[in-house]
């Protein structure tokens, strides 16, 4: 007996030997896949669902971003990049709290797995109180704060991140929600704070999420500084020895681009954020030649202003082909990788998320096709990529357990964090 | 006494003088707006909606699609333009017949209500059927057939695309659909065509729809052999001198815009289908800076693959601010403009459409911002533009009547539309 057994579904399974079945079965058990196919299973669901001919698919890896930002969705746009992070951005989030953050990313969460987010690499602040938030709503992740070593007196053991990270490692958490460690960038702090940063994380076994050469200045300022490329001088100090996540890499050098694919680092490409942001447009394609694995992220809601993957999906298509003026160039299946399996490998997790397999964990998603607006569907993937967004999500399932569907949060109680956010969180942050 | 009173709207005017009303009424009667608000009005309505703060903008124009090709959705993505039109569109255009159009414009103009799109410019096949059934749905618009002549016998008078012009202009329609001619693009007919095709739309008193440098083929292939630019050659054979919607203008020069700039012509951007196809980035901060309309459309279904203009949009600020690498440019009302003021402008409606105003007509939609996805709103503008999609929108409306409504189509049976698709539409092209 499966716990659920959808029935009537287009599996769009992201199995390079067999991409999409396009009728068929799949059955979870536990936390785990434990059925596939086109023929139906012999044993019943205890739960059956009626596909109705809709896609299921893996659930969607947000490998970049800044969950709790929620609160500053359309806080402050169309500034330059400086106005808006000192005079707007950092001025507000000095005044969050611990439960004001707590509201934003609950509501961010909502939103993400309302869109079919199943995953994270979330970088913030409290990450101590947020990892334990997740681990109660039963979405899957990473958890950092990163480091910020400006001070001439910083210290190490002192900083606010790493204090965070060495509670989150105290915790008893499922082994669905980690703890990871994060650098900034390389224009936030010094060399042997990475080289504690470093040792910090190879002690304690966790794997580290950083920003990499989002803007020009970023990699111009630090060929200027170290005579060397971001990339460089952080390799060069054993920080990608560490399993990493480097985000937006917009700027990265094709010998930098070399580095990340000899040391497996996650490229995340942001293509949202960084058009808003008027960063330049990451070269996905060159990158993927060069051998780097590239995931894909919304980044903070700020500089987007939604967490809809989808959104990012189409986009790192479009972007890609009119970059390279090819459009056959990097296909609707490519871009859907970046947000699946590429998305698992940049979380370890090749092998038991990102793909609907079977002895897979069950994080999946249905997405809604058959509604008018989505009509006709002559391809799959193409419908996933070209039409389909996050609203048309109907399911999300994580390890085996429904998070949402059809409009409800089983985990979450969205009136009381939607007023909590009007009664303490925003006059809080924006009194 | 209003036939329909909205209350408790944040209303988005794109009225220069007081863009946004944070809280207020808009009420309506017959076809037009006949109050609009902070206080309330003496009169009730007939209908009274409570827009419990959701937001109320003008109907979206979609200045440049081809409706019906919705069918078509998805059948032909990731090829380059030649084989994707030569070896795919192209054969399955040649077997599509009045009904299997009817049927794929019907469900395109569904999908657009839904997204909140009040009126288009359309450009396919078998409009003299297809405006009558626009009539009957209700939505605004223009509709026109495409010169191609590229026959050595063409003869303009037994042309189609004529033959349809001159059946829609018998018709009795109502005054917001109307027929339009158009040359398909310089490329694909002579300057004899365009002469004819002047005198005619002179003498008939309507508009022109054109392809304007999509690609930078079309753009150096017309220097080749006119030694101009299209720009130039059709503004010397007259064709502007005629009020016309140009598409895509990627490629167009600096001095093409003042040329359109002096013309009073409407540049269409088309920012997905640009993309997809790898055609480029139309500068539309430089159109606008030399004077010229910029409008928007979401093209045809087939390389986008979808009607939702609140996606391109977002898209246009986004590659604006990028392009000229600087955030601050093209604000989220500069954004907001193309869809509205500036498609009513390219349809000859500037002070009847594309505002929320008293005495214009009510071409209105409402978007559903309380919703958690789209929370918190700071600002209404922003969240139009960067969070808000096509399937927030709850109602759509135009001139007075509500043709949308929370899911429902007051004037097209879905389920009907739909199951002629699969039994009659899809048999019949991909057969």
């Known amino acids: 007996m499966f716990d659920i057994l ?37 044993d019943k669901g205890k739960r059956e669902i009626d596909c109705k001919g809709n896609i299921l698919m893996p659930g969607l890896i947000n490998a970049h971003t800044h969950t709790a930002m929620t609160l500053l969705r359309g806080v402050a746009d169309d500034y330059t990049l400086n106005e808006w992070l000192f005079n707007h951005i950092f001025p507000i989030e000095a005044k969050l709290d611990s439960r004001a953050t707590a509201i934003g990313f609950t509501l961010g969460v909502a939103e993400m797995l309302s869109y079919g987010v199943t995953s994270i690499n979330d970088m913030y602040f409290f990450q101590n109180d947020i990892i334990r938030i997740a681990a109660d709503i039963g979405i899957r992740g990473y958890f950092s704060n990163g480091i910020v070593a400006l001070s001439p007196d910083y210290d190490f053991y002192k900083d606010r991140s790493i204090r965070e990270t060495l509670e989150m490692l105290e915790y008893d958490l499922p082994d669905r929600v980690k703890p990871q460690l994060s650098i900034h960038s390389e224009r936030t702090s010094e060399p042997y704070v990475w080289d504690m940063a470093v040792e910090f994380a190879q002690k304690h076994n966790i794997t580290m999420h950083i920003h ?47 580095i990340m694919a000899k040391y497996n680092v996650t490229a995340v490409h942001n293509p949202v954020s960084n058009l808003k942001l008027a960063s330049g447009i990451a070269d996905v394609v060159a990158m993927q030649r060069h051998g780097v694995n590239v995931a894909l992220g919304t980044d903070g809601v700020c500089s987007n202003n939604s967490h809809d993957l989808f959104e990012e999906i189409k986009l790192s298509a479009l972007l890609a082909k009119n970059k390279h003026s090819d459009p056959s160039l990097f296909t609707a299946y490519d871009a859907l990788k970046l947000a699946t399996v590429n998305g698992a490998k940049s979380q370890g997790n090749y092998g038991v998320t990102g793909q609907l397999i079977e002895g897979y964990e069950a994080d999946i998603i249905m997405l809604d096709t058959q509604k008018v607006q989505n009509q006709p569907v002559h391809n799959p993937i193409s419908s996933l990529v070209y039409t389909v967004t996050g609203k048309d999500c109907v399911l999300t399932m994580v390890q085996g357990k429904i998070l949402y569907e059809n409009g409800e949060f089983m985990t979450i109680d969205i009136e009381k964090a939607l007023r909590e956010m009007k009664e303490y969180a925003l006059p809080l942050i924006m009194g």
């Not at 390079?16 to 058990?29: K, R």
């Not at 100090?237 to 937006?248: D, E, K, L, N, Q």
Request: glycine fraction near 8%; aromatic fraction near 4%; charged fraction near 20%.
């Open 212 to 258: 990499l050469s989002e803007t020009l200045s970023d990699h111009t300022e630090c060929i200027k500084k170290h005579g060397k490329t971001p990339a460089e001088v952080l390799s060069e100090h054993g920080v990608f020895s560490v399993p990493t996540v480097a985000a937006h890499c917009v700027h990265v050098s094709e010998s930098d681009m070399d």
């Open 6 to 42: 959808f029935k009537n579904a287009c599996i769009v399974t992201m199995n390079d030997s067999e991409p999409v079945i396009e009728s068929g079965y799949l059955g979870v058990t536990g936390k785990k896949i434990s059925y596939i196919g086109k023929a139906a299973p012999n």
